[in-house]
C-alpha cells in the first residue's frame, strides 16, 4: 500500500529502522508502572506512524495481516508514555500504560510461563 506523502513515517526516523525481510521490526512492550515486560509484537513504519501520532499502540499482525490497534477488541488498551529505538536500529521498546490485561490468555503479560528461575 503507498501512502499519501503527509501520512508516511517521518523519514529521520524511518531511515533509522533496520526492518527484517518483510518490512517489520520487532516491538518490545513494557508496563510503565512497573518494568514489567507485557508483551513482543511487530510493527512496519505505517503500525509505527500510527503509534506515534495516536499514542495508541497500534501493530502489524503477522498471521491477520492487518493492522490492530490494542484494546479495540479485547478494552485492554495500551496507551504510550514513550517509543525508544535500540542502539542498533532493529528494536523498539514501548513503554506504556496498560489497562487490563496484556495477553490474549488473560494474563497481565505474555511472559507469564516460565521456564527457569533463580531462586534467592
Given at each position: 500500500?503507498?501512502?499519501?506523502?503527509?501520512t508516511?513515517?517521518?523519514?529521520?526516523?524511518?531511515?533509522?529502522?533496520?526492518r527484517?525481510?518483510?518490512?517489520?521490526?520487532p516491538?518490545?512492550?513494557q508496563?510503565?508502572?512497573?518494568?514489567t515486560v507485557?508483551?513482543?509484537?511487530?510493527?512496519?513504519?505505517?503500525?509505527?506512524?500510527?503509534?506515534?501520532t495516536?499514542?495508541?499502540?497500534?501493530y502489524?499482525?503477522r498471521s491477520?495481516?492487518?493492522?490492530w490497534?490494542?484494546?479495540?477488541?479485547?478494552?485492554?488498551?495500551?496507551?504510550v508514555r514513550?517509543?525508544?529505538?535500540?542502539?542498533?536500529?532493529?528494536a523498539l521498546?514501548?513503554?506504556?500504560?496498560?489497562?487490563?490485561?496484556?495477553?490474549?490468555?488473560?494474563?497481565h503479560?505474555?511472559?507469564?510461563?516460565?521456564l527457569?528461575?533463580?531462586?534467592?
Amino acid at each position: 500500500m503507498q501512502l499519501e506523502p503527509d501520512t508516511q513515517l517521518d523519514p529521520a526516523i524511518a531511515t533509522r529502522l533496520k526492518r527484517d525481510p518483510a518490512g517489520l521490526i520487532p516491538a518490545i512492550v513494557q508496563e510503565a508502572a512497573t518494568g514489567t515486560v507485557l508483551m513482543l509484537a511487530w510493527m512496519d513504519d505505517e503500525a509505527l506512524r500510527r503509534t506515534l501520532t495516536t499514542g495508541r499502540a497500534t501493530y502489524w499482525s503477522r498471521s491477520r495481516r492487518e493492522y490492530w490497534v490494542k484494546g479495540d477488541t479485547s478494552g485492554h488498551h495500551q496507551y504510550v508514555r514513550s517509543v525508544a529505538l535500540d542502539c542498533d536500529g532493529d528494536a523498539l521498546l514501548l513503554t506504556v500504560e496498560q489497562v487490563g490485561a496484556a495477553c490474549h490468555t488473560g494474563e497481565h503479560s505474555c511472559f507469564f510461563d516460565v521456564l527457569r528461575e533463580e531462586k534467592a
